[in-house]
């Protein structure tokens, strides 16, 4: 799922003055290609289609929304001239367009390329699979439902720079998605391909720092090209980035190690392994991210529709030994559906996660006492689970230690392990076609919602096929209510009831560890941009 499924699903754009020492190099060393690495395939070149991680990694280096965030993940003007100020009581954004930014085919960017992106987004006839990313916009609802027209919704057009959005409610997190989420397309190119917008590098264009190019939808490896048309070009100093998907943590290292790869990112043993070598630990990084791991039970098959086999499932994981063992990169156990350093609870000024509390305490004991509930409600003394994966060398490891853990104090349970590329996984678990899937979601908004959003009713990553009518009370109770303090009670409550539901099994918040080679400058992750920006990036 940046909100993205990374799944590792499921987010979740990008301009900026490049730091001195970069700029004394000569223009030789700087047409000099950055080789780097990515862990996954794209799924997609069309923002209005993508919901993993990787893909809007791509479009960080390529697609520039209103604002974009700067290498510090601070939200800042991108095609739009400023941060707008709301009217309507927060409800009403109005954003005049900078004269000078171009699509790399020449084209103007308008107000009416956002306007028909937003639209087409929404339209059910597109089938996008985060339609929802526009819930809060007017008449969302009711174009999900056939009653409206996609012409209805809450953007329009106000001459050819100027933006007008219409919420039906206020959202905290609107520049947070304006930034990341809120993409235009070419006009021009999707009337002339429609469906097959974005399938390839020929068939989308970019009106951020570089083009992509070379990918034909499916090749695991493909470039960045400096976009000439780009309205900041300047401050773009390497002309060209070579990536490859390479899914193998030792692969990743070695490349790095011999010098063909720049950047890349590892994980597991090999972190511990790289730490020994003390030429590559100086080049290592390590960012605790805001990036969540967890299951999906789908509520409608046997046993991931037994509440207490879903709570000894979760029981029977320690997830320190999850964390410093399994993972060895930083990581730590995650508490409940809400990643610690995403929002402070005004109530108590604590932490939002820690305010809500602890639902991961590990407990083989008890974990073994409801297996044999389970055993007696379900009828039967075997059962059979197929744990779903992307994969990764990182994603196989944890299902074969999740795996190891689950058939010690569920006995008579046998655990299959399904890998497979993270595009198909996430397409299965669109289709409902799992039992329990393991994966990563990127919230890219510092409120609680930008989780939590997740398991209310018609959202579109509701994986989980579960509905809780309480839980769905108090999430839309929070959508309207204006009082911080009060907000942050329903919000706190319903993280509470879904934990206690369990629905979901927490795992761990992410961290995130990447070798940046010391001939590199520029590079640099935070806590909710964790993709390099190669915006910022020169050879020193």
Known sequence: MDKRVGLGLLGLVVMGTLAGCGASKSATSQNKALNVTMPSELQTADPNKATDAYSFYMMKQTTEGLYRQNKNGKVVPAIATKIATPTNNGKTYTSTLRHDAKWSNGDQVTAQDFVESFRRQVDPTTKAQYANRFATFVNYDAIQKGTKQPSAL???AIGKYKLQINLSRQNPSFNYEAATEYLPVNRTLVKKYGAKYGTNSNRVAANGPYV?????????????????????????????INVQVVKTDSTAEKLFAAGKVQETKISGTTVTGTANNAKLKKQMRKTLTTAVSLQYFNTKTKLGGNQNFRTAASLAINRKVLTTKVNQDGSVPLKNMVAQGVAKDPNNGKDFAVSTGNYTQHNDAKAKQLWAKVKKELGGSKFNITLLTNDSDGSKNVAEYIQSQWEKDMPGLTVTISSMPLTQQINKMFKGSFD????????DEPDPTTDLDLFMKGNSVNFSNYVDKQYNKLMLAAQTETNAKKRFALLKAASQRLSKLGVFNPLYQQAQVNLVSSKVGGITYSTFSTAAQYRYAYWK
Do not use: M, P, R
């Open 212 to 240: 992509l190019k070379k990918w034909n939808g499916t090749k695991d490896n493909w470039e960045y090209v400096k976009n000439a048309k780009y309205y900041g070009a300047k401050s773009v100093k390497i002309k060209k």
């Open 436 to 443: 329990v899937s393991t994966f990563g979601w990127t919230g």
């Open 154 to 156: 809450g953007v329009k």
